[in-house]
């Protein structure tokens, strides 16, 4: 399984960005995926994700409102919508794998993991 993360860039707060996850392999509608950030200096930590029918979604409480993740399981890529960035957003932006037809969010249940893709937000 390999997941390819695209789209960050800088972009000014209250601006918006769209990353993208393409992933190999078989079974990527069989999987809740997620997507996860690390800011300079802090642990990883969730950000949201999407069953693996993209029946339900769930979102840290800091992107609530702001973020929308979606997948289009015909083309074995996840997105994550990002509307009114803060400069607190700044992060490196991490797709992962978790569990077949499971819905966990923690970190120890993603086994697979993008490359990141750095999203720089100004003031």
């Known amino acids: 399984v390999q997941l390819q993360a695209s789209g960050g860039g800088l972009v000014q707060a209250g601006g918006s960005l769209r990353l993208s996850c393409a992933a190999s392999?078989?079974?990527?509608?069989?999987?809740?995926m997620s997507w996860f950030c690390q800011a300079p200096g802090k642990e990883r930590e969730f950000v949201g994700g999407i069953t693996w029918s993209g029946g339900s979604t769930n979102y840290a409480d800091f992107v609530k409102g702001r973020f929308t993740i979606s997948r289009d399981n015909a083309r074995n890529t996840l997105y994550l919508q990002m509307n009114s960035l803060k400069p607190e957003d700044t992060a490196v932006y991490y797709c992962?794998?978790?569990?077949?037809?499971?819905?966990?969010?923690?970190?120890?249940?993603?086994?697979?993991w993008g490359q990141g893709t750095l999203v720089t937000v100004s003031s």
């Open positions: 992962a794998r978790g569990l077949r037809y499971l819905a966990t969010w923690g970190t120890d249940d993603y086994a697979y």
């Open positions: 392999g078989r079974f990527f509608s069989s999987y809740t």
